[in-house]
């Protein structure tokens, strides 16, 4: 899809530079033309432009997201079609994902995890009040700015409270290393889901499987060093 950089889409958005790649799409920087403003722009990697479930799973990302509005959540700006291209508009994040943090920092100290998670769970606890669970809760869909503030981003995989359905019964749908029980076994998942990914996704590193229904999963245990980031910048936030 490197061919859509340079291109504007539906007379909008210029395409400038892929800034990240996930499950459901790649991630672009872009202009809105229009409102003289930067933008992200999620397009649907053109191999799954064929199977309209996940066309329908596309779209549905962003008309769910576009009705989330909280201070934690990624916001959408629009959605559309150019073409054969799908695109979702939304929110230029500045900052740096969780698992880039801690990739290039090491261990979090345990008040910097504290700031972080408590604006996750304030984000899913809206949401979840708007009956949506996001079931991919994860490092690499936690924003970070420079000033603490934190965005959960990605519905990509999101289960709409008002029954719809866009995956098929049964299937394992989420990430693999952040999976809740009921996900890893393909059951029904709720906002119970939420809350053990978030639990999976609080910054510790040392992993071990554990056998669950006869099936391998991940689970994640806390490591108890020191000498972690984030606790005299935490603490100078607090003063």
Not at 122 to 132: F, G, K, S
Not at 171 to 200: F, I, K
């Amino acid at each position: 899809m490197d061919d859509v950089v340079g291109h504007r889409l539906s007379g909008k958005y210029d395409v400038q530079a892929e800034i990240g790649r996930g499950g459901m799409g790649i991630v672009h920087r872009g202009y809105d033309v229009t409102l003289r403003r930067p933008v992200a722009i999620k397009l649907l990697p053109p191999e799954f432009g064929y199977d309209q479930q996940f066309v329908k799973r596309f779209h549905q990302e962003a008309i769910t997201a576009a009705g989330l509005h909280h201070p934690n959540i990624v916001t959408i700006h629009d959605v559309g079609q150019h073409g054969s291209i799908h695109y979702i508009v939304m929110q230029l994040l500045d900052g740096s994902t969780l698992d880039q943090l801690l990739a290039s920092k090491g261990l979090m100290s345990f008040g910097a995890i504290n700031h972080v998670m408590r604006q996750v769970a304030e984000a899913l606890d809206y949401a979840h009040r708007q009956q949506i669970v996001h079931r991919d809760i994860k490092p690499s869909n936690i924003m970070i700015d420079a000033e603490g503030h934190v965005t959960l981003m990605d519905f990509g995989l999101v289960k709409a409270g008002d029954g719809s359905r866009l995956t098929l019964s049964g299937a394992v749908v989420g990430t693999p290393d952040y999976m809740a029980p009921e996900q890893a076994l393909g059951n029904e998942v709720d906002s119970r889901t939420d809350t053990c990914l978030l639990y999976t996704s609080d910054a510790a590193d040392e992993r071990s499987s554990v056998d669950l229904g006869g099936r391998r999963i991940i689970k994640k245990k806390k490591n108890k060093q020191k000498g972690r980031w984030g606790e005299g910048a935490q603490k100078r936030k607090n003063e």
